[in-house]
């Protein structure tokens, strides 16, 4: 028989709960004793904070690392990768490699992107040199579309500044920090429409780095055509995918909830581009993933009791290169049809299988090593102590393919990973 697991939940989703209660858990208030919390970012701010003296045993574990935001902020998540970048460069790593255009040419995923108002007399500089191109401006720490226009003008951002929605443009003091980020004018579509993919990565260490991909993850559909003319920038129903905005367009399909999943986008391209391209593809999303990960690897504090399932949001555009334009702390857990709950329902069955053991207490002393049948439909897509395992062998299971192939052999061969 097994061991009483008492739970909290600050979300009240019938996704968590239901599975909370299908596995004989007790609930219990946030001010009691629990062994499984799935917690807001607001709550994991308030346990790891020092001056609270919080301390967790050995049998709790948590749904977010301390300081998760070096990831899931905008401006962070660019601070991380642009320094990831330069160490890489430093050591002379051949995934800092760039072409003659001064483009990286294995960690060119994310769009040209500044943070205003610290950059913003660098962003002038290149704005001047395609200036009538869109630009997309987003806060650095909202959500779910919150604060989102599109510019292809200087003017529209000193209107903005005047206008009040930010302080000064001139120095480092706004409250509200932005970024601003070179719009993706040749975006996938299908059917006419732009669209863009939300991936699950669950992290379950980061020193040494652990990682799954979910292979369940959906496509968001604009409701409206997409339309490039510039007097199309303001219509947020042409450009933006997240369902928070496009469920109140006239156009909006409840049924489906304008999604796709990753299996029906992978037997279109495949149709339509070929299989190889398509590989390519998703080799090339998990090389970022991988590559995002990495980059907040030497900041995030890595807290044993903690575990982390990130939303990542990426555009593909018409040469099929993938884009990432954001990762999320806390993916929405709202069901918008009956195929979003099952398959939401099974990615929190599959987490807990994989972080808690079976019908037992949690214990962070001991590492959990899932098995195929609890790892459900996730996939293994890094482990480092298994790649470092594996610098030295032959065997082509432990590679990073595709780009990571132009690295075999060489000092950076290290950098493996486990998917299929």
């Not at 574990?61 to 935001?69: A, D, L, R």
């Not at 994310?110 to 001047?128: A, C, H, K, Q």
């Not at 090593?369 to 996939?379: A, M, N, W």
Request: aromatic residues 12%; neutral net charge.
């Amino acid at each position: 028989m097994g061991s009483k697991i008492n739970y909290v939940a600050d979300f009240e989703k019938s996704v968590l709960v239901n599975n909370f209660e299908k596995r004989g858990w007790t609930q219990s208030a946030a001010d009691e004793y629990w062994n499984f919390y799935w917690a807001s970012v607001t709550t994991v701010r308030q346990i790891f904070n020092i001056e609270t003296g919080y301390r967790l045993n050995d049998d709790q574990v948590i749904n977010h690392y301390p300081n998760h935001h070096e990831l899931t902020r905008k401006d962070t998540m660019l601070r991380n990768l642009k320094r990831y970048r330069k160490e890489l460069e430093k050591e002379g790593s051949v995934f800092a490699e760039k072409d003659d255009n001064g483009k990286y040419v294995y960690l060119d995923f994310i769009p040209t992107t500044f943070l205003l108002p610290g950059d913003y007399n660098l962003f002038v500089e290149e704005f001047r040199k395609n200036p009538s191109s869109p630009w997309i401006m987003k806060p650095s720490a909202r959500a779910q579309g919150v604060g989102i226009f599109l510019i292809n003008r200087l003017s529209q951002i000193k209107k903005w500044s005047r206008d009040g929605k930010s302080l000064s443009l001139g120095h480092h003091s706004s409250k509200d920090s932005y970024v601003i980020s070179k719009y993706i004018e040749n975006p996938l579509l299908i059917g006419g429409k732009k669209f863009d993919l939300r991936m699950y990565v669950l992290v379950t260490s980061y020193k040494p780095l652990k990682c799954y991909m979910y292979k369940l993850g959906f496509c968001r559909f604009c409701t409206v055509k997409y339309n490039a003319d510039v007097n199309e920038l303001d219509n947020m129903f042409v450009h933006l995918t997240n369902v928070s905005v496009q469920k109140h367009g006239d156009e909006y399909n409840s049924t489906h909830g304008g999604k796709w999943t990753i299996h029906n986008l992978r037997i279109y391209l495949e149709g339509t581009r070929g299989k190889e391209v398509t590989d390519k593809l998703f080799d090339d999303i998990n090389w970022l993933t991988v590559h995002s990960l990495k980059a907040v690897q030497g900041v995030i504090t890595n807290d044993r009791h903690c575990f982390e399932c990130y939303g990542y949001d990426i555009i593909i555009d018409d040469d099929l290169k993938p884009w990432l334009i954001e990762v999320n702390a806390s993916p929405s857990l709202s069901a918008t049809t009956s195929a979003d709950r099952i398959m939401k329902f099974s990615l929190i069955n599959d987490i807990i299988n994989i972080v808690m053991p079976p019908g037992e207490l949690p214990d962070i002393r001991c590492e959990r090593k899932p098995t195929k049948d609890e790892l459900g439909h996730f996939e293994l897509l890094y482990d480092e102590e298994l790649a470092n395992q594996d610098a030295n062998s032959t065997d082509s299971k432990g590679v990073i393919k595709g780009k990571a192939g132009a690295a075999r052999g060489g000092k950076e061969q290290k950098f493996r990973a486990t998917w299929k």
